[in-house]
């Protein structure tokens, strides 16, 4: 639980990850196909997202820098945080 929310991190990613996605496709369409095959699994400490691919391809994908770059901007465009990004398979 992060100190000044009153709810879980991760329970607050997912409420709103269909507007993270839709954040992500304002950036790039290409990685939001990614993130379709994605879902956020945890947050590790109180600044980074770990979210599980349903591929390791999909994965390594996602974690190239300028991908997680672009989730990063929408996590920070839609919850106002600015925390890093790392995926699984």
């Known amino acids: 639980m992060c100190p000044t929310c009153k709810i ?6 997912q409420r709103f990850w269909m507007d993270i996605d839709d954040a992500v496709r304002e950036q790039s369409e290409a990685v939001q ?3 379709r095959e994605a879902e956020a699994v945890r947050v590790e400490g ?8 349903t591929t390791a391809s999909i994965a390594q994908k996602l974690n ?4 997680k770059e672009i989730i990063r901007k929408a996590l920070d465009m839609v919850l106002g945080v600015n925390w890093d990004v790392s995926c699984i398979a």
């Open 46 to 53: 109180y600044n980074t997202l770990v979210i599980q691919a």
């Open 8 to 13: 879980d991190s991760l329970e607050l990613v």
């Open 33 to 35: 196909v990614l993130v």
């Open 64 to 67: 190239e820098e300028r991908n």
